[in-house]
């Protein structure tokens, strides 16, 4: 079929639903038919092999990849002596995890033994506790202005950055970039020096500079004393659309650089859970949900030990953030009073169509268990703030875990209360 394919853009990927070593090998063995033929056939017109396993239907994707090949005439420049050069590019996503898969290792050396005629195009990269000396082996198959998406996932965050520090500043079209500290049970002996730990971090922001593309940071389990948040933003060259830091501590000047940093004003999706912001950090917060109201969409601020005074500090922002259209607030330590006064705040936003609520202090017994007729009826209530005002796609109220089933208790639109309690 590969050497048959009669038009420019062919997603193989989608009828490969399993990685499987065969299947790949005669794909690949396709495009080595088609290049070892010393003239190309008039009916060649293969321009792009796509291994990504597409979710989208195949007979809709293909005709749509124009910006994948190249038009006749550049075809045709590049035919030198009947030699043809870089003549199929083959385009996949990457996870590595622990140690190279058999069908992994499959297309990395038939790549790089065709290195003069195929260009293999990673778009999506994710590296999870993977050997650093492999990683830049694997990074130089590939042209790292290709990738648009990288994952990072290490437990030697500084060390791992300034080894990969090299190839990272050439992501030219790197739009997405998620970096997450592992905990990860090691025998290795880890060197966590104070000056290799700062070289690597400025070897990294360095090279951070470099990238004119990124949209979209994310951030987990990271400690911002080694790698300085406020060095972090000061890097960014464009606006940022979605910004994650998730478990992890900020200062009270990390605060202050996030209200503060002009990439952020246009954001639309904010996520800071599992952060435990202070009186003065609230009041930082506020700032930055100010600055971002026109555009916000999106707002996670779960489980960030928020009481009655820092909530009721943000009311007045959060009723500005009109484009706002899901919002969660699970696992924040108010009272029923704020908790109303939250909601009615919320209920008139009205392209809010997702909202998480936590269930009140006053709900649980001193063993942590849920009054389930009195949280029952307080939902009734709440619920009747919101649609007095609009008709919302998900609202929830949360308790918290079940101690009868060990799950997450609701109340919404659709489910009164955990299965368990029906």
Request: overall charge negative; aromatic content about 8%.
């Amino acid at each position: 079929m590969v050497a048959a394919w009669p038009f420019s853009y062919l997603p193989v990927g989608a009828l490969m639903e399993t990685p499987n070593v065969e299947l790949l090998q005669a794909v690949l063995g396709g495009v080595d038919i088609l290049q070892a033929q010393k003239v190309r056939p008039r009916r060649w017109k293969l321009r792009v092999l796509d291994l990504r396993n597409m979710t989208q239907d195949f007979w809709d994707v293909w005709p749509s990849r124009k910006n994948w090949y190249c038009s006749t005439e550049t075809e045709s420049q590049e035919q030198v002596g009947n030699k043809l050069r870089r003549d199929v590019k083959v385009v996949t996503d990457l996870s590595l995890r622990f140690y190279l898969k058999e069908h992994q290792t499959c297309l990395l050396q038939w790549a790089q033994q065709r290195k003069d005629s195929v260009q293999l195009c990673c778009v999506k990269m994710i590296i999870f506790a993977f050997p650093v000396e492999i990683i830049n082996e694997v990074l130089d198959i590939f042209l790292p202005d290709d990738i648009e998406e990288l994952e990072l996932f290490t437990n030697q965050v500084l060390i791992f950055l300034g080894h990969i520090a090299p190839h990272f500043g050439h992501m030219t079209k790197l739009r997405k970039f998620c970096l997450t500290h592992t905990f990860l049970q090691t025998d290795m002996v880890v060197n966590t020096l104070a000056d290799i730990e700062e070289m690597c971090a400025l070897q990294f922001l360095s090279e951070f500079s470099k990238l004119n593309s990124l949209k979209h940071l994310s951030m987990e389990g990271i400690y911002f004393s080694h790698l300085p948040l406020q060095q972090l933003l000061s890097c960014l060259k464009t606006p940022l659309e979605s910004l994650s830091i998730n478990l992890c501590y900020l200062t009270h000047s990390d605060l202050i650089n996030l209200s503060q940093c002009q990439r952020l004003c246009q954001l639309k999706h904010l996520n800071l859970s599992n952060v435990v912001f202070s009186k003065s950090g609230v009041t930082h917060l506020r700032v930055l949900l100010e600055n971002t109201a026109d555009s916000l969409q999106t707002l996670e601020l779960a489980n960030c030990r928020m009481g009655d005074s820092e909530l009721s500090a943000l009311l007045p922002a959060l009723s500005q953030c009109s484009q706002i259209t899901t919002a969660n607030f699970y696992d924040n330590d108010i009272s029923t009073a704020i908790l109303k006064k939250l909601v009615q705040s919320m209920a008139n936003l009205s392209n809010l169509t997702a909202e998480f609520y936590p269930a009140p202090l006053e709900c649980y017994d001193p063993l942590g268990s849920v009054h389930v007729e009195e949280f029952s009826q307080l939902c009734i209530e709440l619920q009747n703030i919101v649609f007095a005002k609009r008709q919302p796609k998900t609202i929830v109220f949360g308790t918290g875990i079940c101690l009868e089933c060990r799950r997450r208790c609701v109340y919404n639109t659709e489910i009164r209360l955990c299965q368990c309690w029906q």
